[in-house]
């Protein structure tokens, strides 16, 4: 295995190492002739000791599992490397026992600036409704942001903006949000089916979730208004296709034909449809 370490030592195994021992500790256990035996499987050899509880493992048991944050390779028992594995994944929008509005503002500062450690982290046990709750947060500051901004939408009535506006747009809030954020998912996730790739689609609707956390940039008065819509833009589909890629583990290529396979084939369907009303006119 690639960056696999040495199961006595921890030290990694070079080119040449046979099985889970380096050279070193292999042939310190051939001049002693002590070989422990695995604490599941007496009958069997031991080959490392679980960094967790300290117990002998053979090589069926034996199970190596990398550290998301730190890329730190390590090897554990069954046991312990399923707990290690679930608390090395951590995402504090998702983490109920922090004050909802604390949480939020911890996992918005996590996806704008560190997208990629974001989704490395994220539990992979798919979680939508904490997506779609996370995006409606974030569509919510937008829209206060955009109807208390004095310069911000001149062009709208007066009525419709500050409090009344915001009363006004509380349905259209409810029903909006979880529509752009499955139409989003479902043209990038059929991107990936498209390309013969199976992939969960519920990972989809969570990665173009927690990406609208770009809605709030994109609202805030600092600049021209198409300016910051662009830059939030951006900043948008960059957060995606890091999610892709980590949660999905799509190659660069591939990622990027999501994004863009299903507008184009739209496109060029629409070009066909009008070339063809087109020429239907002309012959009549």
């Known amino acids: 295995m690639e960056n696999a370490v040495c199961c006595n030592c921890l030290k990694p195994l070079m080119t040449g190492d046979e099985g889970h021992l380096c050279a070193e500790c292999a042939a310190a256990g051939e001049r002693t002739g002590v070989h422990p035996v695995c604490a599941y499987h007496p009958e069997a ?7 967790r509880c300290g117990t002998f493992i053979c090589s069926g048991c034996l199970l190596y599992h990398t550290d998301p944050s730190t890329g730190e390779i390590s090897h554990y028992c069954r046991d312990c490397c399923e707990r290690v594995a679930d608390a090395s994944y951590y995402c504090a929008w998702e983490d109920k026992s922090i004050f909802f509005y604390k949480r939020f503002w911890i996992t918005w500062r996590e996806i704008v600036l560190h ?48 409090t009344l506006g915001l009363i006004a747009l509380v349905p259209l809030w409810f029903i909006a949000v979880p529509a752009i954020l499955f139409v989003s998912a479902a043209s990038i996730h059929l991107g990936i089916r498209l390309q013969f790739k199976k992939r969960d689609f519920h990972q989809t609707f969570r990665i173009v979730g927690y990406a609208s956390a770009t809605q709030v940039l994109g609202a805030i ?48 369907a629409a070009a066909l449809l009008a070339v063809a009303i087109g020429m239907m006119m002309h012959i009549r």
């Open 45 to 51: 050899e031991a080959v490392g000791i679980c960094k």
């Open 115 to 162: 997208s990629h450690g974001f989704f490395d982290t994220l539990p992979r046990t798919p979680d939508k409704m904490s997506a779609l709750t996370f995006s409606y947060l974030s569509f919510a500051h937008a829209i206060v942001l955009v109807l208390f901004s004095g310069t911000w939408l001149p062009s709208l009535p007066g009525l419709m903006t500050g």
């Open 221 to 268: 008065p600092v600049m021209n208004a198409f300016i910051i819509s662009l830059l939030a833009g951006t900043l948008n589909v960059f957060i995606i296709f890091s999610g892709l890629k980590r949660l999905h583990r799509l190659s660069t290529g591939r990622t990027m034909l999501a994004f863009i396979l299903v507008p184009s084939l739209i496109g060029i």
